[in-house]
């Protein structure tokens, strides 16, 4: 069973509107949350962390965490092309090692 | 600019074989971690170094080992290179503390 899911897409949206972005894991002990952007060809971009339940917002970008429910979300607002990218989910485990561990990632095409 | 830079960032191997990457990261940041990411999927922790120390491992063999020096740059050296490490080997650091880790540009490996 995948610790980390997220749905791999592609979630299409047209340039300004919201895109949501969703992922689940199964480890309680997930202390810390992370959203990274990848573009095609490069490395993970972090671009949003959040470590309590609620909302935190960066710019355009919210992101939303439920322990209870184990959910972690990301919402793009006024979505630009340049947004186009996979986004992959991150959870931290901090134990002996701190570890993260990522969903295979959505990709988000915005069109024109 | 995550401060953290590879190389090499392409290489080309044949099975068998063996490769060193390397990464070096800013002053600071005393834990550095290395993770390989396949095509179409999430990045997978292979282990993390903290104070020239391996501190954490994840489900990779033996074949896969590291070093940190004191000058904080990092190795990864894999040993008998099969087909399904073709992959993109990605090196992060962190200061502690947030968790937040911040990815090198990565080093693409295709073995052949």
């Known amino acids: 069973q995948k610790e980390v899911e997220q749905n791999s897409g592609p979630l299409s949206v047209p340039e300004g509107a919201i895109a949501s972005l969703n992922c689940t894991y199964s480890?309680?002990?997930?202390?810390?949350f992370f959203w990274y952007r990848q573009y095609s060809g490069k490395s993970p971009e972090l671009i949003m962390s959040?470590?309590?339940?609620g909302d935190k917002e960066d710019g355009r970008f919210t992101a939303q965490l439920n322990k209870a429910s184990q959910y972690v979300s990301l919402l793009i607002r006024d979505s630009q092309p340049s947004d186009s990218a996979t986004y992959l989910c991150?959870?931290?485990?901090?134990?002996?090692?701190?570890?993260?561990?990522f969903g295979t990632g959505t990709r988000l095409q915005v069109t024109l | 600019e995550t401060g953290v830079t590879q190389s090499p960032t392409h290489l080309i191997k044949t099975r068998g074989q063996q490769v060193t990457l390397r990464c070096s990261s800013q002053s600071g940041h005393n834990t550095v971690s290395w993770y390989q990411q396949a095509l179409g999927q999430g990045p997978q922790f292979i282990f993390q170094y903290y104070r020239e120390e391996e501190n954490g491992r994840g489900n990779f063999p033996p074949r896969f080992s590291g070093l940190q020096f004191p000058n904080y740059s990092s190795e990864l050296n894999v040993n008998a290179l099969e087909l399904d490490d073709s992959a993109l080997y990605l090196c992060?650091?962190?200061?502690?503390?947030?968790?937040?880790?911040?990815f090198g540009e990565g080093s693409r490996l295709t073995v052949l």
């Open positions: 480890d309680r002990g997930s202390q810390s």
């Open positions: 991150a959870t931290l485990y901090t134990g002996t090692a701190s570890k993260l561990t």
């Open positions: 992060a650091s962190r200061t502690g503390g947030t968790g937040e880790l911040f």
């Open positions: 959040i470590y309590s339940n």
